[in-house]
């Protein structure tokens, strides 16, 4: 349950597996998820998994990405992780067997499943009536062992799969011989027929198969194959290794499945005569890409006509019982419009291809009976099939429920004990309402059950025991709690620093036996409770000495005195202790006692029956534990008087009403400042060795503003109170000396407590997989590619890289993915490599140097660049005509040192480079203060305000962004920033880590490069307060994504009104000699319409920022100098730039002319930069804006 409601910090919710979403910083935020893996994957599991890493190099995170990028819709439950390789199964088994286990009907990881390819055993099949069948099919998929599968393979292994499964097909002779047709370097004759043959596949297009990396290097070592017969089909490296598929015209399924088995036979033997096999093991039959495909993979489907019986409303409750399912035959999500369906069979995983054959056959011929029946007008109830699924009995639906009694109910639990019942009555649906009427949350994974009285936990230890042993970290049955309520154990503790803690406190919560908890005791047993407790309070003297208020009948004055201390609890309103009958006849029975000096608390009859509190101001946690043990034990002892005690035993410990608060109850803490500790990335850690938990002092599920922390013991049961005060004291003292250091700048190095536990590269073992030995080149196909890159990624180059990695891990491939996967135009030139880390341009610098020397006109090794944000220098500037230029705005971007660039950031470093540049430009004032907006969770208000402003930009969909892995965990972490004039913005992890733009209408570029200049000095002295800085070198100037912005990374730009100008032909050659660049005012790939264009610099590396704005302020004057000129029907000869000024004639000009300066210089093609295919938010651009370059 978890356990909450009150006002008071004193209830707890226990978070998802009771982890703090802040404690795992990589965690993803998976709260509007809808698929398996968001299902399944805790915080635990994530946390355990997180840094392993199979044979073949595949991580948790590729395990995941096409689930955190795809969070599927309410209606469409998809699985949301894929395998990279067949050791991804054992490795990542945390996730993948829930998953499996969810999406396969309960199939255990302990299952094994059957495998039966004995086509002889089917029966019947052969005459499934033709009027009703049109087609039959039966497909699989297999991947070949020792290859990494399509989401993780290299181009190696890609292609090393192709020849295996191509040479395998070319043995298959007779009815089964046929031809190979890769997809590279197909011909137009030979792509016409295979889609007119319906064999064709294309390069995915669903968010699912892109986000997974499935389209990478597409089309190479892709390919279809097929008989001459055309009844038997493989795909050669689509979503797995291979696609094999049987199909004919009419209803011969028997045929249909004989063929299969026949061809996968001789394939598989020919593969085994060269000395490879298919993925196969016990468990999960033929291991392939997406688990929802494992164990056969066979999906065995017929389109059949069925108009009468589809109307029929016991349709889909037929299809069910049979274990069939349904679709139109246009494919997946598609629906029928003449009553025309396909229908396969529903399993996959722990039946065998013969049983799920079997299971179409029979299933559709019922079906093509029913739809006889129906056209002779007469009823379907005799053919009605018996066991129609429904739920067992009474067994609630789970499906979509978060917490631990649904992950630990079964239906084989549910049957041993639905029908039992404690001896007060109380029974395993009211033990689990509150669990089924609260689904939970995604970051709140919560208990879902309660016990009615103490019995509870023995008539129901079917799934008390269960979800004990889950949520107290594998507490198992048969052990014993130990009880130690004598202070005189605890050391130390009465001397905390009281400059860093500011209070400490104890609490726990006391049932007495006898009486039926609060979800299920009468009003009699409550007042009971409460005469009980309060008579043996009333006995206390001295500094105990106290008083008791009722909530029924309280004064007003009293109610406001006890809000004043922060003593009052309330009716609860949180559903999980509304469901489980917690509030009934409230305010009845329940009340709040203090002592005098108001540091010894008893809460009665809220959420358990009792809740003891000992408190004060400071840091002397000793005296507060031996006042809690003083006061628990007085108050027990009277109690006893009474012939009554408190409800305990040796393997439980005291017993309350929630299963997380089983053994001690006990929560020790103290709100602590730890403002250095607070930043320092082991912070985490640190408190999980020393089994601390952390929360903001505002109480559950709050965070820290200040570094102030609630910090307290994490565990409640297997250990006694003394030692989890000791921890409590021990750890404080620890993170106390710690902050000290810091505060000195000093190391804690040696300080890290024992248990702590450094992120580790864990490389997991298999026995059954291995790594095959590859035999085929992994150099790219960029024969038809148009990029830098691939001018200067030449065969030689590429060996000598490909297996560097920088520090940070980013490879050779995770740099040219991109240009790989784009082959461009020949007209459109793009640059086709990214950045994965500022090292990149240094670990790959024989391809990173020729590629920045030939996009930057001749930039090569030795020359260093120039940084100058001076806006003084600028000359003019202010007073560009407006009646001509309508806006004028200065950008660029920004990357923050020590953290991976967006194409390889993993979602830690993503939302500590949001947290680092929010905090920078919080702290800018005057003029430039301004807010930011985070595009998670953003308000339809600010949406809509951002999009008319033109200031939100949008997920990627270009391709060039997206296969260089810029769209990952979408939109975590983005955000956009800017200021109450709506004239300095940035945008947040977009393309680069930062991008910063200053803009404003009319012509005054000046006073626009002026706060561009002022905006962006504040931002990065307040980076260097926070002990960072931006990346830069003398050689590359600012470090951004993509090698074309290199340098300034900036752009320097008006919109200009200039239908004169443009028209004369020499338009495109002044701008060039300017160094000026030009598009029309819509965007990237947009033209002006009406003479108006967006006017920029060409250039960006090897000349300074005000060297660039000095070129568009002066070339801008002079184009509206010649816009005007032309107005007035007068010739511009005499004012076109120098270069293209008429000469005078000369006697003997040199045969090779003028060599052009590095400023004179024209690039070598027409090409579309990163620069120049972006489509940013300016005055007449669309809303919502989305890059498209690289």
């Known amino acids: 349950m978890g356990c909450g409601g009150s006002k008071s910090s004193e209830t707890a919710t226990t978070g998802k597996g009771g982890v703090d979403l802040k404690n795992i910083p990589n965690y993803p935020d998976l709260s509007k998820h809808n698929n398996w893996m968001a299902k399944c994957l805790s915080h635990e599991i994530y946390a355990k998994l997180k840094d392993k890493k199979t044979p073949g190099g595949f991580t948790l995170d590729g395990v995941i990405q096409t689930g955190v990028d795809n969070p599927g819709h309410p209606f469409i439950y998809t699985v949301g992780c894929v395998a990279g390789d067949e050791e991804s199964y054992e490795v990542f088994a945390d996730l993948f067997d829930p998953v499996i286990e969810g999406r396969h009907g309960s199939y255990t990881k302990d299952a094994k499943h059957k495998t039966d ?305 404690t001896p007060s009555g109380f029974s395993l649906d009211q033990a689990i309402q509150t669990g089924v009427d609260n689904p939970g949350h995604p970051f709140i994974f919560t208990v879902g059950a309660v016990a009615g009285d103490e019995e509870t936990y023995d008539v129901f230890a079917a799934l008390m025991d269960p979800i004990i042993e889950k949520r107290h970290n594998g507490y198992t049955k048969e052990m014993k709690h130990e009880t130690d309520l004598n202070a005189d154990n605890l050391k130390g503790g009465d001397e905390l620093d009281e400059k860093y803690v500011l209070s400490s406190r104890v609490r726990t919560g006391r049932s007495i036996r006898g009486f039926c908890l609060p979800p299920h005791c009468s009003r009699a047993e409550r007042r009971a409770v409460e005469n009980l407790v309060k008579d043996a309070l009333e006995t206390f003297e001295g500094d105990f000495s106290g008083k008791y208020y009722p909530l029924n009948g309280m004064s007003d004055e009293e109610q406001q005195q006890l809000i004043d201390d922060h003593f009052l609890f309330d009716k609860p309103l949180s559903p999980l202790l509304l469901s489980s009958g917690m509030a009934r006849d409230w305010p009845d029975a329940r009340g709040i006692w203090h002592n005098e000096m108001k540091n010894f608390l008893v809460w009665i009859n809220e959420e358990d029956h009792t809740r003891v509190i000992s408190m004060e101001k400071g840091g002397n946690m000793k005296r507060v534990f031996r006042r809690f043990c003083d006061g628990l034990n007085k108050v027990e002892e009277n109690i006893k008087s009474k012939g009554k005690e408190f409800m305990w035993n040796e393997h439980l410990g005291f017993i309350l009403t929630c299963p997380s608060n089983l053994g001690t109850g006990l929560r020790a803490g103290v709100h602590i400042k730890l403002p250095q500790l607070a930043k320092e990335p082991r912070f985490d850690a640190i408190l999980k060795a020393l089994a601390l938990q952390k929360r903001g002092t505002g109480g559950v599920d709050t965070a820290s503003t200040d570094g102030t922390f609630d910090i307290s013991n994490l565990d409640r049961l297997g250990k006694s109170e003394v030692v989890l005060v000791q921890q409590v004291v021990d750890g404080v003292e620890l993170l106390i000396k710690m902050e000290k250091k810091l505060e000195k700048g000093e190391s804690i190095d040696e300080d890290l407590p024992q248990g702590y536990e450094a992120p580790t590269q864990e490389v997991a073992a298999s026995q059954k997989a291995y790594r095959a030995e590859l035999m085929s080149s992994g150099y790219p196909d960029l024969t038809k590619h148009s990029n830098w890159m691939a001018k200067c990624l030449t065969e030689d180059v590429y060996n000598r890289m490909k297996d560097k990695v920088t520090k940070m891990g980013v490879t050779l491939d995770n740099c040219i993915q991109t240009g790989i996967d784009n082959p461009g135009h020949p007209f459109i030139f793009t640059v086709g490599a990214v950045a994965g880390d500022e090292e990149s341009y240094d670990v790959f610098a024989e391809l990173m140097d020729p590629i920045i020397e030939k996009r930057h006109n001749g930039y090569t090794t030795d020359l260093k660049h120039k940084t100058d944000l001076d806006q003084s220098k600028i000359v003019g500037g202010d007073d560009l005509d407006p009646n001509f230029v309508l806006s004028s705005r200065v950008r660029t971007g920004r990357c923050v040192k020590g953290f991976r660039l967006p194409p390889c950031n993993d979602r830690h470093e993503r939302r500590e480079v949001e947290r680092i540049l929010t905090t920078a430009l919080s702290s800018l004032d005057g003029p430039l203060k301004g807010r930011y907006y985070p595009l998670s969770n953003m308000t339809e208000t600010e949406q809509e305000e951002l999009i008319a402003d033109h200031f939100l930009f949008d997920k990627p969909v270009s391709p060039l962004l997206l296969a260089s892995g810029m769209a990952r965990d979408w939109p975590d972490a983005r955000g956009i920033w800017h200021n109450d004039e709506k004239n300095f913005l940035a945008w947040v992890n977009e393309e680069d880590h930062c991008r910063i733009i200053s803009m404003e209408k009319g012509g005054n570029m000046k006073k626009v490069f002026e706060r561009f200049c002022d905006g962006l000095t504040k931002v990065e002295d307040s980076l260097k307060k926070q002990k960072t800085s931006f990346m830069r070198n003398d050689h590359l100037g600012y470090i951004l994504t993509c090698p074309s912005n290199l340098g300034t990374g900036i752009r320097a730009g008006v919109h200009v009104k200039l239908p004169e100008v443009s028209k004369d032909q020499r338009f495109d050659d002044i701008l060039k000699c300017l160094r000026l660049q030009k598009r029309g005012t819509g965007g990237v790939d947009t033209a002006s319409t009406d003479g108006t264009f967006d006017i920029s610099n060409l250039d960006r590396l090897g000349f300074s920022e005000v060297e660039l704005v000095q070129k568009v302020i002066d070339g801008v004057a002079l184009l509206i100098q010649m816009e005007k000129r032309l107005m007035d029907m007068a010739e511009i000869d005499d004012i076109l730039p120098e270069a293209m000024r008429p000469k005078p004639a000369e006697p003997e000009a040199p045969a090779n002319g003028d060599v052009p300066t590095q400023e004179e210089a024209k690039p070598e093609a027409t090409e579309q930069t990163a620069e120049e295919t972006e489509n940013k938010p300016e005055e007449g651009n669309q809303g919502r804006s989305n890059t498209h370059h690289i």
């Not at 049983?355 to 005799?382: N, P, R, S, W, Y």
């Open 117 to 421: 390819l004995d086509a002889t055993k089917i029966k019947g099949g052969d005459n499934l009536d033709p009027k009703y069948v049109l087609s039959s099919r039966v497909r699989t998929g297999r991947s070949v062992r020792g290859y990494s599968l399509p989401p993780a393979c290299n181009r190696a292994e890609r292609r090393d799969v192709e020849k295996i499964l191509t040479e395998a097909l070319d043995t298959l002779d007779g009815p089964l011989k046929g031809k190979y047709y890769p997809l590279s370097g197909m011909s137009d004759e030979t792509q016409n027929k295979l889609i007119e043959d319906h064999f064709l596949f294309d390069k995915p297009v669903s968010p699912l198969l892109l986000s997974s990396g499935m389209g990478r290097d597409w089309p190479d070592g892709r390919g279809i194959w097929h008989n001459d017969e055309k009844n038997f089909l493989a795909w050669v490296n689509e979503e797995d290794h291979c696609r094999i598929i049987s199909m004919e015209k009419g209803g011969n399924m028997k045929k249909v499945f004989e063929r299969f088995c026949d061809g996968l036979a001789k394939v598989e033997t020919a593969m085994k005569d060269k000395n490879h096999q298919y993925m196969w093991n016990e468990h999960l039959g033929y291991v392939l890409t997406c688990p929802s495909n494992l164990g056969t993979g066979l999906r065995a489907g017929v389109h059949v006509k069925l108009p009468l019986l589809s109307k029929n409303p016991r349709f889909e409750e037929c299809l069910k019982t049979l274990r069939l399912q349904k679709r139109g035959t246009g494919g997946v999500d598609t629906a029928s419009t003449d009553g025309t369906f396909d229908i396969s069979n529903l399993d996959r995983l722990g039946k065998s291809e013969v049983h799920l054959v079997q299971a179409v056959i029979d299933g559709v011929a019922l079906l093509v009976e029913m739809e006889k029946t129906l056209e002779k007008g007469d009823q379907i109830d005799q053919l009605i099939p018996p066991g129609v699924l429904r739920p067992i009995e009474n067994f609630p639906d789970l499906s979509n429920h978060n917490n631990w009694m649904a992950r630990c109910l079964t239906p084989g639990i549910w049957a041993e004990i639905k029908d039992k019942a």
